[in-house]
């Protein structure tokens, strides 16, 4: 029986007998090969896809990058023609916004929230599915524009009247808009199913206040998905109808308002960039506490600051229109809302400092990448509150100053704090830990190339450099630092060259036995995530948790003795669930594949021939009638779904030797926690 | 945050009490129909200018209306209340918002850019 | 050090519990997890209606240099619109009606109603086709000014919305028929009833925002 779906549409007859899906399939059943992938509804397969598809994105949107600092490597570059420098640096952002950023943080939100919540699966797991094919259709269907006539070249902000037809007469914009409306599709399916897993699903006893930081913020961050999307549709409808249909509501010989775009887009566009780095913001108060060894400082004031961005991330978003005429009474408004947005934030920043103050600090990578973070997001979040100060922003706009500023927020704060999460939540997913030493390898090549990367351009902006321009001449006085920018980039692709080597290498070496098993709850860890073997079992957990406490599982293994001392009482890895229990779940679904492969072919047709829209539409309907047709869960499939992880080694027995060290000089370190 | 916690009980006694017997909400139907004719009697008669605020406060009383008891909010946990009306305040307070900046914030003598407006 | 001996290696921290007898324990709030969405969904969907509406709202005026031309706003019928609103506002009373009828058990007069209110909202939709018509053989088309545009997008929207919500309410009626859903999936009927009014309060704010309010 499926349990988190709804219930079937009624597949039993009133004779009792049991009619086969009407006219549909049945459930695949597949448990091993790319079928149990393709047609999977597990959050966990679904979360490690959404990563993994990212980090393809990532690659190719690094290559952009790259292609960018090549040009730029010296005055009066040749290797890129302006038109070919306009597409790459518009597909380079909206790669790494929508491309990487987003779906890394939908891996962590669908494999880490139904476990740090106690749940089995989310609330919907076949519409989990359908978010993520959508996703991979849409990024393919953006990209399909470099072989289509070229990319979109009107930046990822794609400023309309710039956009219209008249000024971008090849298809790329075309694949803009509908791409990310196909993409926004999958957000919006995704964040209603999250938002409704957490409100709904959470185990006995969790309270909201008792739901662990990363839970929060990714709830905190659907919602600002669920209201900021239609926002871009809406803008990107618009433009579609104008670009498509001969629409007339950029056309400005009719008297249109060039600023309507440029509401609509940052309207969606600032709470966008809550979404890219609230995620991060909770990975790393996961792992902050947790290699401090201290409970996260002000729980609930880090809960509530997150609550506070979301809201008040709805109120600054003409900030990044300063200079584009709205008036002195908009700036001053916006300017002002601005510099407020950066009291919650910084309030988080002193907390993860005072969480820091005084722990037992272990330097695993995790760490290094979360301080990082903290660090990192602090310099771009300084050069923030200097935007909010309209005249220094008159100042600062379209030049390298900018991009400096969001570099150190997106890939300082947001990216490294993924990258934290990923090393910190490896064994979880895979069951062993990624090398250390290359780790570290990693974590400093990239920081001092991103330091070297961006950096400069806070000095190059200020010096004068404007962004978005293919060329400068040798005259301007820009060479030097602009080398250096370069030199920095290919840093950076060195240590993600570290951390793919990383990868392969403690792969095969778990493969091949050198690199052993990872145990339940291999960093001491503190959520119900590390009650669970490594790598996490099917159906997550054999018995539901009862919480009882903030840090539910942390408070298993830490008690007061009778002096009031925390102690350790018990090993995590030794009273982790067994993972021995095979409940049922889900079947896996052919139609969520189906359903989303309609939606390219539709947007396909609306920009070339429309029969093909025609054909998509087709099969949209198609998928929805079998989707909801289908037959609820493979009666013949019993409990089948744990078999694949019986290879897993039980720690039960290895660890008791572990259980009776109670050091004191650690334990003294944990301030009670509520 | 307590109707959360607590709510484990009440959820098994949430069928009861729902909603208005069908009567109850011909009524209520009747009650739209006539705010609808006030709407309309407005394009045909000269309210002066009492007319947009008429219309407008009848457009809201009529969305509350439905919303309460057709969509059953008013019976209904508040959690589905708090939900989309989150989106209903966000909608009309940033498009506010949007349209005064758009409208009246605006400098209609053109901008002096040395004054960054 | 001592207490630390005590504890059973065996003992999980989260071991058998009262809740073993579900696949999933009960859902934290007790509401229906396809209800919330519903709901969730239609906050969402205020965004879309409100971004849309001031869209409409700012450009209604605009009409470009060509002075002869219209905005849609000219061309209205309120007598007419008045009857389609009044008929989009019954159907609601009539999906309520459905709702009610299948939480009593009673399947044909909930069928009867849903058919009822799918043929209501068709009424509504050819009603709009009959304006669009209109306003094309006025020489107001879709890409004749910024105003046409603007308004042909908020309405066809919405027609769209409740075209989807016949679909849907066709789709249900079927279902039923067919016996797929019975009365003790009456919140199936509720859900889509949700969506149905939905797109009835949005025509309520089009109705006196866009048609009224001069």
């Given at each position: 029986m499926a349990i988190t779906e709804e219930p079937p549409l009624i597949l039993e ?5 049991t009619?086969p899906s009407t006219?549909a399939f049945a459930r695949p059943t597949y448990a091993k090969g790319w079928r149990a992938w393709v047609f999977t509804v597990d959050h966990k397969k679904i979360g490690i896809m959404y990563g993994a598809v990212a ?47 987003m779906p890394l943080a939908a891996a962590f939100a669908n494999y880490i929230v139904p476990l740090q919540i106690g749940a089995r699966d989310v609330a919907f797991p076949r519409m989990n599915a359908l978010g993520l094919w959508i996703f991979v259709f849409g990024g ?42 196909i993409a926004g599709i999958a957000s919006l399916v995704g964040a209603i199913n999250l938002i409704v897993t957490i409100i709904n699903m959470r185990a006995p006893?969790m309270?909201?206040?008792?739901m662990p930081?990363f839970t929060?913020?990714i709830l905190?961050v659907q919602f600002?998905l669920l209201?900021?999307l ?49 995620p ?145 939540w490896?064994?979880k997913a895979f ?97 119900l995530e590390?009650?669970i073997p490594?790598p996490t079992p099917e159906h997550n957990f054999d018995y539901v948790p ?31 669930q067994?993972g021995?229990q095979h409940p049922h779940l889900p079947s896996p679904s052919y139609w969520p594949i189906v359903l989303a492969s309609g939606l ?19 099969v949209l309907?198609a998928a929805i009638y079998g989707w909801s047709l289908e037959p609820h869960t493979d009666p013949d499939v019993g409990h089948g779904h744990g078999d694949d992880h ?29 | ?10 959820g ?71 939900l ?34 | ?18 809740w073993d007898d579900y696949d999933v324990p009960p859902l934290t709030t007790g509401l229906s997890n396809e209800k919330m969405t519903m709901w969730a969904f239609?906050?969402s ?135 797929n859903i019975?009365?003790?999936r009456?919140e199936t009927?509720?859900i ?23």
């Amino acid at each position: 029986m499926a349990i988190t779906e709804e219930p079937p549409l009624i597949l039993e007859l009133e004779s009792g007998e049991t009619k086969p899906s009407t006219g549909a399939f049945a459930r695949p059943t597949y448990a091993k090969g790319w079928r149990a992938w393709v047609f999977t509804v597990d959050h966990k397969k679904i979360g490690i896809m959404y990563g993994a598809v990212a980090m393809f994105w990532f690659l190719w949107g690094g290559i952009e990058a790259l292609l960018i600092r090549t040009q730029l490597l010296t005055p009066n570059g040749t290797v890129l023609t302006a038109e070919q420098y306009n597409q790459i640096f518009t597909m380079h952002g909206t790669t790494m916004v929508f491309l990487v950023i987003m779906p890394l943080a939908a891996a962590f939100a669908n494999y880490i929230v139904p476990l740090q919540i106690g749940a089995r699966d989310v609330a919907f797991p076949r519409m989990n599915a359908l978010g993520l094919w959508i996703f991979v259709f849409g990024g393919i269907f953006l990209n399909l524009s470099w072989f289509l006539g070229g990319g979109p070249d009107g930046g990822w902000f794609a400023y309309a009247p710039n956009t219209s037809v008249t000024f971008s007469p090849g298809a790329g914009m075309d694949f803009y808009a509908m791409g990310l409306q196909i993409a926004g599709i999958a957000s919006l399916v995704g964040a209603i199913n999250l938002i409704v897993t957490i409100i709904n699903m959470r185990a006995p006893g969790m309270t909201l206040l008792r739901m662990p930081v990363f839970t929060w913020m990714i709830l905190v961050v659907q919602f600002l998905l669920l209201f900021a999307l239609p926002v871009i549709t809406v803008a990107l409808v618009l433009l579609s109808l104008d670009r498509t249909f001969d629409a007339n509501f950029f056309n400005v010989g009719m008297g249109a308002d060039p600023l309507l775009w440029q509401h609509l887009f940052w309207i969606f566009g600032h709470p966008e960039v809550y979404i890219l780095i609230l995620p991060s913001f909770g990975i790393v108060s996961e792992t902050l506490p947790v290699f401090s060894r201290k409970p996260l400082f002000g729980y609930s004031v880090i809960v509530i600051s997150g609550a506070a961005i979301g809201f008040m991330g709805w109120g600054v978003w003409a900030h990044h229109m300063f200079v584009s005429g709205l008036g002195p009474v908009s700036v001053a408004a916006f300017s002002a809302t601005t510099m407020f947005i950066a009291v919650p934030t910084g309030v988080k920043i002193l907390n993860w400092i005072a969480t820091m103050w005084g722990g037992k600090i272990t330097f695993t990578v995790p760490m290094m990448f979360s301080i990082s973070l903290v660090s990192m997001f602090t310099i771009g979040g300084l050069s923030g509150v200097m935007h909010s100060v309209a005249p220094a922003d008159t100042q600062q706009t379209d030049t390298y100053f900018i991009v400096a500023h969001f570099h150190y927020v997106l890939f300082g704060g947001a990216l490294m704090g993924l990258f934290a999460g990923m090393y910190y939540w490896w064994p979880k997913a895979f069951g062993y830990k990624l090398n250390e030493t290359l780790g570290k390898w990693h974590f400093w090549i990239v920081l001092v190339g991103f330091n070297l990367t961006f950096g400069p351009m806070h000095i190059l902006g200020l010096q004068g450099m404007a962004r978005r321009h293919s060329r400068y001449g040798p005259e301007d006085g820009f060479d030097f630092w602009n080398l250096m920018v370069s030199i920095g980039a290919f840093v950076i692709l060195i240590g993600m060259i570290i951390f793919a080597i990383n990868i392969v290498k403690t792969w095969l070496g778990y493969k091949a036995g050198t690199i052993e098993q990872s145990p339940a709850d291999p960093w001491d860890g503190r959520t119900l995530e590390w009650s669970i073997p490594s790598p996490t079992p099917e159906h997550n957990f054999d018995y539901v948790p009862v919480v009882t406490d903030l840090d539910d599982f942390w408070h298993k293994k830490y008690q007061k003795d009778e002096n009031g001392k925390l102690r350790k009482v018990a090993d995590g890895n030794a009273i982790a669930q067994l993972g021995d229990q095979h409940p049922h779940l889900p079947s896996p679904s052919y139609w969520p594949i189906v359903l989303a492969s309609g939606l390219p072919l539709i947007a396909l047709g609306l920009i070339y021939t429309l029969w093909l829209t025609g054909i998509g539409l087709l099969v949209l309907v198609a998928a929805i009638y079998g989707w909801s047709l289908e037959p609820h869960t493979d009666p013949d499939v019993g409990h089948g779904h744990g078999d694949d992880h019986d290879d897993h080694d039980e720690p039960d027995g290895d660890h008791s030797e572990n259980l009776i060290d109670s050091p004191k000089d650690e334990s003294t370190e944990e301030a009670p926690v509520g | 945050m307590n109707v959360i916690t607590d709510s484990h009980v009440e959820g098994t006694v949430e069928h009861e009490d729902h909603g208005l017997s069908d009567l109850g909400y011909i009524k209520i139907a009747l009650l739209l129909a006539v705010l609808t004719a006030i709407e309309v009697l407005t394009y045909f008669v000269d309210f002066g200018v009492l007319e947009v605020p008429s219309l407008l406060i009848l457009m809201v009383v009529k969305f509350q209306i439905v919303i309460s008891y057709f969509m059953h909010l008013k019976f209904d946990s508040k959690i589905f209340s708090y939900l989309f009306i989150t989106g209903l305040v966000l909608a009309v307070v940033v498009f506010a918002a949007m349209a005064t900046s758009l409208v009246f914030w605006t400098d209609p003598a053109g901008c002096d850019a040395g004054r960054f407006c | 050090m001592d207490n630390a001996t005590e504890v059973n290696t065996s003992q999980l921290a989260y071991g058998p519990t009262e809740w073993d007898d579900y696949d999933v324990p009960p859902l934290t709030t007790g509401l229906s997890n396809e209800k919330m969405t519903m709901w969730a969904f239609l906050g969402s969907d205020c965004l879309l209606f409100a971004a849309l509406i001031s869209t409409y709202l700012l450009l209604r005026n605009r009409v470009g240099p060509d002075t002869d031309g219209s905005t849609a706003a000219e061309l209205f019928d309120i007598p007419f619109t008045s009857v389609s609103s009044f008929v989009l506002l019954m159907s609601s009373l009539t999906m309520v009606l459905a709702v009610t009828s299948i939480g009593r058990g009673e399947i044909e007069r909930c069928k009867m109603w849903l058919l009822t209110t799918a043929t209501l909202g068709a009424v509504f939709i050819a009603g709009q086709v009959y304006e669009f018509t209109g306003f094309y053989r006025e020489g107001l088309g879709f890409t004749t000014n910024i105003s046409s545009s603007a308004f042909f997008t908020l309405t066809g929207f919405h027609g769209v919305h409740v075209s989807l919500g016949i679909i849907m309410l066709v789709t249900l009626w079927s279902l039923i028929s067919r016996g797929n859903i019975g009365a003790e999936r009456a919140e199936t009927v509720e859900i889509i009833g949700l969506y149905w009014h939905f797109v009835d309060i949005v025509w309520i704010v089009i109705f006196a925002v866009v048609y009224l309010i001069p």
